[in-house]
């Protein structure tokens, strides 16, 4: 019998390892044959060469693209782009896989899938149809959406868009956020063994935070991250496990002013350049609140019922939950909003949060439309006109 052939296309961390149980699921499947391609920040010594993790964790990389990341400006990272796109269509060229699969909104994806579209490749995608309108994410996002054949999406609302951009109803599948499987199937750490695993004592009061760059321009504030630090200082009896900001353009500036602010309390404050993702959400299910501007506080923490203190513009207009506090990143909101978040009668009222799709089977679902979808004619697609009334 003859395997169909799944490429999953992973360029970071955070995407992996919403991407796991479904390579899981793929991999168990005797009628699957699993590709992986690892690029982007995977490759990278400075991010923490995260592909030896998808390697630790059972997964044979059938290619490695290089990008050569070597700096994070708008040039460094177009002229990136080009390369991934040159390796990519020597990947495709030797895998031929079936259907590839991309997550997000993500431009080492944006590349990929280009890559596809002209190998005449199905591309499933996954998060499609949100809106994150303080980052050229949204842009990708939506232009992934348009070059891809399958949709998985988390939420009904994210389905109307997706269509609403002239896809056809009968591809879009409302399917859950994959990184719920992880807080349903993983084996969290207790506190203990994450504190060991860091090597930090956390205690029963602290905070995780991420902070990342917010790439569309008019919405970048210069002194956000140090207005972060300050509010945080406000609150000496929690400590701080920081993770490290992304590849995109400005991080590598971010995550120097972490290193300084970490250096300067050491025994308040613990960085991790990747945590991945069983220590990260173990730490989610212990801290007291996450704090900073990641879509992680947006999806993952609610379903702890924990708050999270959502900083800027980066995560504007995506769906929310009663967890979530928007606050501008000045001193005073960020404060503010940290107060409520530790207040007895916030943690109260998020204490009754109930989230769908926590049944531990989005990827079941994605994998078995994979599996079965009929590929004849797949890559085609027509414009669906949209109607209010379909």
């Not at 005797?30 to 997964?59: C, R």
């Not at 501007?293 to 800027?312: D, H, M, Q, R, Y």
């Not at 939950?321 to 530790?342: H, L, R, V």
């Amino acid at each position: 019998m003859t395997k169909r052939k799944i490429c999953v296309i992973t360029g970071t961390r955070a995407e992996y390892g919403l991407l796991y149980w479904l390579m899981k699921e793929i991999q168990a499947d005797e009628s699957l044959q699993l590709q992986i391609v690892a690029t982007g920040t995977h490759l990278s010594p400075e991010f923490g060469l995260t592909y030896k993790n998808i390697e630790q964790d059972g997964f044979k990389i059938d290619e490695k693209v290089e990008m050569l990341l070597s700096g994070d400006t708008h040039v460094a990272i177009t002229k990136s782009m080009g390369v991934e796109l040159i390796g990519f269509a020597d990947v495709f060229d030797r895998l031929k896989p079936d259907i590839a699969v991309v997550l997000g909104d993500r431009y080492e994806l944006l590349t990929a899938v280009a890559a596809a579209l002209i190998a005449n490749i199905p591309v499933a995608h996954i998060h499609g149809g949100e809106i994150t309108e303080g980052a050229i994410d949204d842009s990708i996002r939506h232009s992934i959406t348009k070059m891809a054949q399958l949709h998985f999406v988390s939420i009904a609302e994210h389905r109307r868009r997706v269509i609403q951009m002239g896809e056809n109803p009968e591809r879009v599948y409302e399917v859950g956020a994959t990184g719920f499987d992880n807080i349903v199937k993983l084996n969290l750490l207790s506190l203990k063994e994450l504190e060991d695993s860091v090597n930090f004592l956390l205690g029963d009061k602290f905070f995780l935070v991420t902070y990342h760059p917010v790439t569309v321009e008019s919405y970048q504030k210069s002194d956000a991250l140090l207005n972060l630090f300050k509010a945080l200082d406000n609150f000496e009896d929690y400590k701080v496990l920081i993770t490290k900001s992304n590849g995109d353009v400005g991080g590598r500036n971010i995550n120097k002013k972490i290193d300084e602010y970490v250096a300067n309390q050491p025994n308040r404050i613990c960085c991790s350049t990747s945590l991945g993702q069983l220590r990260y959400l173990s730490a989610m299910k212990y801290c007291t609140a996450v704090v900073g501007n990641s879509s992680s506080g947006i999806w993952e923490t609610p379903v702890f019922k924990k708050p999270t203190v959502n900083l800027g513009a980066r995560q504007k207009n995506r769906h929310r939950e009663i967890s979530i506090i928007d606050c501008d990143e000045n001193f005073d909101s960020i404060k503010s909003a940290i107060e409520k978040s530790i207040s007895k009668e916030f943690q109260e009222k998020i204490s009754t949060l109930q989230i769908p799709y926590t049944d531990g089977m989005v990827a079941v679902r994605i994998k078995d439309v994979l599996k079965n979808i009929p590929l004849e004619n797949l890559f085609r697609k027509k414009f669906f006109d949209y109607d209010i009334n379909f």
